[in-house]
């Protein structure tokens, strides 16, 4: 069964900290994992994925198989960067599994 | 892409059939109903691969389906409970390769 955990409920940084959200995960095929970002008011939205290796609002994350993690992290965070976070996983049966979220706080 | 929910809120009384509607306008064959709780994150009830197709994802009970459109994906609670109190999205895939979930604006319903 894929799970994916996220094991922060709650991040608190100060502006231009570096952060780093975690997330870990099980499955025992070749997963395609997600981030995604839920700003104040706003619908959930893709953030960044994987296999794009992309960086996004100075985000990125790595695949670590060996780990099986795939952590997100920004060098300075900004205050416009509080919002609720999910790390997501796709398997091979087309349905997307999300973890628990994490709340990051940005503080001035 | 768009995708539409509706009701936006709606609140009911326990033991009552609730219907929450998904509609998209481009086509996409997958669909998905999540429920979204504080602490639990999101949680997939169902999905769907294609017209006519559907399946469970983790917590199926309590929830029906059904895909006879592309376009429509309705979530049915056949007797409302006050634990399926919560907000739900509507997803849709887009992309092909590169795909992402494209989320609905939500509803939400309280079960009193």
């Known amino acids: 069964a894929q799970r994916v955990t996220q094991p922060e409920k709650l991040l608190s940084v100060f502006k231009g900290a570096p952060v780093e959200l975690k997330c870990n995960y099980s499955?025992?095929?070749?997963?395609?994992l997600f981030w995604y970002v839920q700003y104040s008011r706003q619908r959930l939205q893709l953030l960044l994925r994987?296999?794009s290796r992309e960086s996004i609002k100075g985000f990125t994350a790595d695949l670590n198989k060996g780990e099986t993690s795939f952590h997100l992290k920004k060098p300075f965070a900004q205050e416009e960067d509080s919002a609720m976070y999910y790390c997501?996983?796709?398997?091979?049966?087309?349905?997307?599994?999300f973890g628990a979220g994490t709340r990051l706080t940005v503080k001035p | 892409a768009g995708i539409t929910q509706s009701p936006r809120h709606k609140v009911t009384e326990t033991g009552t059939p609730v219907t929450l509607r998904c509609h998209q306008t481009?086509?996409?064959?997958?669909m998905y109903w999540y429920r979204q709780d504080p602490g639990m994150g999101l949680r997939l009830i169902h999905y769907s691969v294609g017209a006519g197709i559907t399946d469970q994802g983790e917590v199926p009970n309590g929830y029906n389906v059904s895909r006879s459109t592309t376009e429509d994906f309705p979530l049915r609670l056949l007797s409302a409970a006050p634990s399926q109190t919560s907000v739900y999205f509507c997803a849709i895939r887009v992309g092909g390769e590169g795909y992402e979930q494209y989320f609905g604006p939500g509803t939400r319903l309280t079960v009193t």
């Open positions: 481009e086509n996409h064959r997958y």
């Open positions: 499955y025992s095929g070749s997963p395609e």
């Open positions: 997501a996983l796709s398997g091979n049966n087309n349905d997307m599994r």
């Open positions: 994987h296999i």
